[in-house]
């Protein structure tokens, strides 16, 4: 006899953890399927959480949720060949017993995710690769086929959260391949160094935590970000760049990762630490017109693997989990309402997300991909005529300061005509209106 569930989730990501999780605490028969050794074993992430979403789903989560830090301060850098210039917001309202977001390390929160889902009800079954849609006549699918033998399994409804590569709606002819001037390719380290250094060198206490995202020279010209992240013993480090420029310029990541860890402004903030980890991932960067279809006929797709990744903000966990819920709230309604898991019904899921913050924010920034592309001014020329407009600025010497800041005009006009910096300054400002 084959088995058969009320709902399959493929994948134990947020996307997929979040749909299971829900699901199964409902009552529903849940299969959840993962083709690493272990939840977690196969996913990375830079190593930010948003509690919000993440609330919903458990919300006594801080009581043994192993996340790193909580982040009081969030700095935002446009480097040059050996400076900076930047923002940064700190609070001290950030030090509450509900912090809105934390640092992590994703393998230990997958884990612990994972036993919440068993203990509601799952059945989670690891080491297994789901290679193709199971679809009658019609095209509607009833289950999954997986690389075990006698690996057909059936279910009402299939959620696809198997991440960026999409592998299963690709092979079904779901989904077209990525495109690469949509999908980003990321690698970070995990630095293990003294818990005191981290404090001093942050201006932390406890496990207060900082965050900072950077763009610059340390792309290359390429469309891209770096980012460094503390946690309790380590520091995330990492840089990232879409794929279609790593063609082009033929950079190695590995290369640029080692660029920005020798940075004169990164180098002093990670002097010590030992290198523990290091990992690649595919981030979607497409935004809003990269979106898929989103369901059919007995199937939904969620997380990384519908793209929902809100690049302008950094923002991925949190519309995983927001999306994996909506999912499975979609499916327990029709289950409880006796209704088939037709698209037209399933159609009620993108309702919930255009309803929602996830396809509204994608929707907000859906210029910005196209914008950063066509305009690779903003990852090299205007970081180094900022950190050199600075540089000229607040140095200190005989040249008074009209005539600085006649200088430092005339050189935005050498770089870049008037009409230039102000059509970009308009390109941008549009995509963030």
């Not at 210039?85 to 700190?90: A, L, Q």
């Not at 989904?175 to 390719?185: G, R, T, Y």
């Not at 010590?272 to 991932?281: D, F, P």
């Amino acid at each position: 006899m084959v088995e058969k569930f009320d709902a399959i989730v493929v994948g134990a990501g947020p996307s997929g953890n979040a749909a299971a999780y829900t699901l199964a605490k409902s009552g529903l028969s849940v299969l959840q399927l993962e083709r690493g050794e272990y939840p977690g074993a196969k996913n990375v992430q830079g190593g930010i959480m948003y509690a919000a979403e993440l609330e919903k789903l458990i919300p006594d989560f801080r009581e043994d949720c192993p996340t790193e830090r909580h982040v009081i301060e969030q700095r935002i850098w446009l480097l040059g060949d050996d400076s900076y210039i930047g923002t940064n917001y700190r609070s001290d309202g950030y030090n509450t017993e509900t912090p809105n977001r934390y640092t992590i390390i994703r393998a230990n929160i997958d884990k612990w995710f994972s036993e919440k889902i068993r203990g509601a009800g799952a059945l989670q079954i690891c080491e297994t690769t789901v290679t193709e849609l199971l679809r009658d006549a019609s095209g509607k699918v009833y289950g999954v086929r997986t690389d075990r033998v006698g690996g057909e399994i059936h279910a009402d409804v299939v959620v696809m959260a198997d991440g960026v590569n999409a592998l299963l709606a690709k092979r079904a002819g779901l989904q077209k391949e990525l495109e690469p001037q949509n999908v980003a390719l990321a690698v970070k380290e995990i630095l293990f160094i003294d818990p005191d250094l981290i404090n001093q060198r942050f201006g932390l206490k406890g496990e207060e935590g900082v965050v900072i995202e950077i763009m610059g020279k340390v792309t290359k010209g390429m469309v891209g970000t770096a980012f460094l992240y503390t946690n309790k013993e380590s520091l995330t480090i990492g840089i990232g760049c879409l794929i279609s420029d790593f063609k082009k310029a033929a950079i190695p990541p590995y290369k640029m990762l080692e660029d920005l860890k020798r940075h004169p402004v990164i180098a002093p903030l990670i002097e010590g630490a030992e290198m523990k980890e290091y990992a690649a991932h595919m981030i979607p960067e497409g935004g809003f017109n990269a979106v898929p279809e989103l369901y059919g006929d007995g199937w939904v797709v969620a997380g990384d693997a519908a793209h929902f990744n809100n690049a302008a903000h950094r923002e991925g966990s949190n519309l995983a989990m927001a999306s994996g819920r909506m999912a499975a709230e979609t499916i327990i309604a029709l289950k409880k309402a006796g209704k088939p898991f037709t698209a037209a019904n399933l159609a009620a899921y993108k309702k919930a997300l255009d309803d929602s913050f996830v396809m509204k924010d994608l929707k907000k920034y859906k210029d910005l991909p196209g914008i950063m592309h066509g305009n690779k001014q903003f990852f090299g020329a205007y970081p180094d005529l900022l950190n050199a407009a600075a540089h000229n600025l607040f140095t200190v010497d005989s040249v008074d300061k009209l005539t600085k800041e006649k200088e430092i005009l005339r050189s935005f006009v050498k770089k870049r005509s008037v009409f230039g910096l102000v059509g970009d300054a308009i390109k941008l400002a549009r995509a963030f209106r």
